[in-house]
């Protein structure tokens, strides 16, 4: 990469996607505050640091970045670094005289008084103080936003100002995926955080279900998070049909993916948490699989749209409903090359980064790696 970028992006949280992302999308900086655990085994490219808040402040003062890319302001957690982090960009434009514009890329899709209370109810009012809080600042200070989904462009309606703000809307779907792959029938496959809001113990419950009346099905759980030993130990009570892989490096997870012929993704809203996407429901896709999950993410009209199995996590029913939809998914998966023809050419995510930088997105090959490090 060019010394001399145009872009920045931070990034709270460095995943594997960031740096396939980062590799194919507009040049730019790319600065991250802390790891995901599926980075394990990734290497870095050029252009990645890691910084913490206030080397970010003081990278803004040195960079010929002239745009830079924020997490979005409704991510509420994060709320505070995102006001430091844009008003701190914008600062440094008016002391070095130049024009810098902050761009920010939205997927959260969860109402506001939830973002606001979590699992708490609050006053009317003090939601409607917040909205006009974020709405303001967010107008303040970002030039562009993007929304993965629908459902994140509602959301982000109910913000006031949030109108005024130049912004594009493009579902993020991947592209079909070009590898070649042998898959495993009667095979499904859960990624992600073994934790409850995805759903790890409604799948636990559901699968008995599916083992009874889909003889030699099997399913494999990748992922760490404090259902892990629960989990190992209901794979243990049958290891034929059952497994536990705990934390993989990415490429392996994604090679169990690919091999597999349903994913399944049952996550349930959590507090302030709500699936927006999901990456693994995208990978998945890119391969050609067979999705079963939750209406939750904002995939979900698309998906119900195209086959796939989407149903409600709501008590009681969840639990029958879901073994259904993976006996259902297990027994006449979808068509792979139908489901890969039925993407786009561009993956969504790309497109939306070459619409904020204001650039073409590219293709890299065979770039070199380095190891992590830390700016203060």
């Known amino acids: 990469m060019s010394a001399s970028v145009g872009s920045m992006r931070i990034v709270p949280e460095l995943r594997a996607a960031h740096i396939e992302r980062h590799l194919r999308g507009t040049p730019a900086e790319l600065l991250y505050l802390d790891v995901n655990y599926d980075l394990a085994g990734t290497d870095l490219a050029p252009g990645i640091q890691r910084v913490t808040s206030t080397g970010a402040l003081r990278r803004f003062l040195t960079t010929t970045a002239t745009t830079l890319e924020v997490p979005e302001p409704l991510w509420m957690r994060f709320w505070p670094k ?9 600062a440094a434009g008016v002391i070095r005289r130049r024009r810098h514009r902050v761009v920010t890329y939205a997927m959260e899709n969860n109402d506001l008084a939830t973002l606001v209370g979590g699992r708490r109810r ?36 109910s913000l006031p100002f949030t109108a005024a703000i130049e912004q594009s809307s493009t579902l993020e779907l991947p592209r079909p995926d070009d590898a070649p792959v042998d898959p495993t029938p009667l095979t499904c496959v859960f990624v992600g955080a073994m934790e409850q809001r995805k759903g790890v113990q409604e799948l636990m419950d559901a699968w008995p279900a599916v083992e009874r009346t889909v003889p030699g099905a099997t399913i494999v759980l990748i992922g760490p998070g404090p259902l892990e030993p629960l989990a190992a130990e209901w794979a243990a009570s049958s290891p034929s049909t059952r497994r536990v892989t705990g934390r993989l490096p990415h490429a392996a997870a994604a090679a169990v993916v690919r091999s597999s012929a349903v994913l399944v993704a049952p996550s ?8 927006q996407i999901g990456l693994p429901i995208k990978e998945a896709l890119a391969a050609g699989l067979t999705i079963v999950t939750t209406d939750q993410t904002g995939l979900a009209g698309w998906l119900r749209d195209h086959g796939h199995g989407v149903v409600p996590p709501t008590a009681p029913a969840f639990t029958r ?8 998914a297990l027994r006449a998966p979808l068509d792979r090359e139908q489901v890969r023809a039925a993407l786009p050419e561009r993956d969504g995510r790309l497109a939306a980064d070459a619409w904020l930088h204001g650039q073409q997105a590219r293709l890299v090959a065979d770039v070199p790696t380095r190891p992590i490090g830390v700016v203060a």
């Open 321 to 328: 409903r879901l073994a259904r939809a993976i006996t259902s």
């Open 268 to 275: 349930v809203a959590d507090g302030r948490w709500r699936e």
């Open 82 to 90: 995102h006001v430091l982090l844009a008003a701190g960009f914008r």
């Open 122 to 157: 609050v006053p009317g009012v003090v939601v409607r103080l917040v909205g006009l809080l974020v709405g303001a600042v967010a107008r303040l200070t970002i030039d562009r936003i993007a929304f993965a989904s629908d459902d994140a462009r509602a959301t982000y309606a």
